[in-house]
């Protein structure tokens, strides 16, 4: 897999779910929304998989940060006392490229929007020379991932990158 398309093709298959239509757009509630970014960002981790094994090493340095949820507030206090921290993007891949420490990516259902705490985290991240990304689909995840690993992004010092 070496070109964009073959990528964006292993996306459009990863995004499927056999047997059920895609579900629309303008009708996405929290609870369906949540189910569709657990989609995306599974779909998209079962790609890393693949690729870090098979071209692009680099991507064992990508892992999840388990903010979002609902969980028992017990369990949610307890991860709030070890240093859970709301905002906080979905993926951290720890590679430094283009200027940047290292590159966070935020999953969103499409027609999603950021809350308070995330516009400030990424801001801060931004802010600290981290490139952050928010995408809407397995194919916006990869190619995103793909740029910043190719150094298709370049960091300007003093400048904070744009959004998207």
Request: glycine share 10%.
């Amino acid at each position: 897999m070496n070109n964009h398309r073959e990528w964006s093709r292993l996306a459009r298959e990863l995004e499927k779910v056999p047997g059920r239509p895609a579900p629309a757009i303008e009708k996405h509630t929290p609870a369906t929304s949540r189910g569709l970014e657990f989609k995306i960002q599974s779909s998209f981790i079962d790609w890393v998989r693949i690729m870090e094994r098979q071209q692009v090493p680099e991507l064992v340095n990508l892992y999840a940060i388990p903010n979002g949820g609902h969980r028992h507030p017990a369990g949610g206090g307890k991860m709030k006392r070890e240093g859970v921290r709301r905002g906080v993007p979905d993926l951290h891949l720890a590679v430094a490229r283009g200027g940047y420490h290292s590159l966070y990516l935020e999953t969103k259902a499409p027609g999603g929007s950021l809350s308070k705490w995330q516009v400030e985290m990424i801001r801060s991240l931004r802010e600290a020379g981290n490139r952050v990304e928010i995408c809407f689909s397995v194919d916006e995840l990869i190619t995103k991932t793909m740029k910043y690993l190719n150094r298709g992004y370049q960091h300007e010092q003093g400048n904070i990158p744009p959004d998207r």
